[in-house]
């Protein structure tokens, strides 16, 4: 038998940063976000030869090691590992022996949260394999204290909600691990408007988002003014944000693109640098009129909003600076799983 699943990759629209502790623990944060068609996918076959088997095919690595009860976490495939681990303490007890190969449709650091649906993936598949008894809330919960406990990687909660949910969703994050995800039941015409509309681009680098996001807790820890109340703005920004969105006055993201860009760049140093300033300029210049890097920033992916048919203007001149556009659609679903 083969167990294989597939995780959306997300654009996060609003309220990005407002997800990490402790911001998050002391004010509560929000975020808008938008699951599209590009995916990480896990499959696992089991072996019985006592070996677990890593493989990437996108990146060509290949790890093989004992079938033991913990693994070592150091190598290319530290998510893979500390899931194993992970679903060897909570719920088998005992070594797995497996291969599994895992790819995802965009690069490491790209902004899209890759490695957050990367893990949701390779739970999906453990859980599809295993039977596990985890809900949609379970799947998210688990995925992020792998990364953020076990692994001790630095993040924030959306990207394993968005994941594992699918669709446009409305989030909410709270103390004690707290979080509310709120599907938004957005009219087709406006969703499909906002795709036309939305642009996204390659900017052809990616970035660690851990220095940044550390940036930004050490901001927050050390009661930094400046960075907390830019977090305020973003989280007011997300409510605006869905209120709009609900109602179909989609040219109106634009301008809170704009006014979130500003105040993300205050979060922390780092979230954008001169190439990335030059990008945003120009793609006002040709007619958007907002948009933001996605992630954590420095690199990666951006979006900008272009009205009407302005969007055509926008990618050429984008594309003079070498950068290229990336066709996508918002999708539905969340985590997906099967058995072959």
Request: aromatic content about 10%; charged content about 20%.
């Amino acid at each position: 038998m083969i167990y294989r699943s597939k995780a959306p990759l997300r654009l996060g629209l609003a309220g990005g940063g407002t997800d990490v502790s402790p911001f998050s623990d002391l004010y509560g944060g929000a975020i808008l976000n938008a699951t599209i068609n590009m995916y990480a996918y896990a499959t696992i076959e089991p072996l019985n030869n006592g070996k677990v088997e890593f493989v990437g095919p996108d990146c060509d690595e290949f790890e093989i090691c004992e079938a033991t009860e913990k693994l070592s976490t150091e190598g290319f495939f530290v998510l893979a590992r500390g899931a194993y681990n992970r679903i060897v303490s909570d719920f088998t007890h005992s070594p797995l022996s497996f291969r599994i190969t895992l790819h995802v449709d965009a690069p490491a650091g790209s902004g899209l949260g890759t490695s957050s649906t990367l893990m949701v993936a390779i739970v999906g598949a453990f859980a599809e394999w295993l039977k596990l008894p985890l809900g949609e809330y379970d799947i998210a919960q688990l995925a992020y204290k792998i990364e953020r406990e076990d692994l001790q990687m630095a993040g924030g909660k959306q990207d394993q909600y968005a994941a594992t949910f699918g669709g446009v969703n409305f989030m909410e994050f709270y103390a004690d691990n707290k979080v509310i995800v709120n599907p938004l039941r957005v009219r087709c015409q406006f969703q499909n408007e906002l795709a036309h509309n939305l642009l996204l681009c390659y900017t052809q680098t990616s970035r660690e988002s851990a220095k940044i996001i550390e940036g930004q807790v050490k901001n927050v820890k050390g009661k930094n003014q400046t960075s907390i109340a830019a977090m305020h703005k973003l989280k007011e920004q997300a409510i605006q944000m869905k209120e709009h969105l609900l109602k179909g006055d989609i040219d109106a993201m634009g301008e809170l693109l704009n006014f979130g860009w500003e105040y993300k760049k205050k979060m922390t140093d780092g979230i954008s640098n001169p190439f990335i300033d030059k990008l945003y300029e120009t793609a006002l210049k040709a007619g958007a009129t907002g948009g933001k890097i996605s992630g954590a920033g420095g690199g990666g992916f951006m979006f900008f909003y272009c009205p009407n048919c302005t969007r055509f203007a926008v990618e050429k001149a984008l594309s003079e600076l070498g950068v290229a556009a990336k066709r996508y659609e918002f999708t539905s679903n969340g985590l997906k799983t099967w058995t072959i």
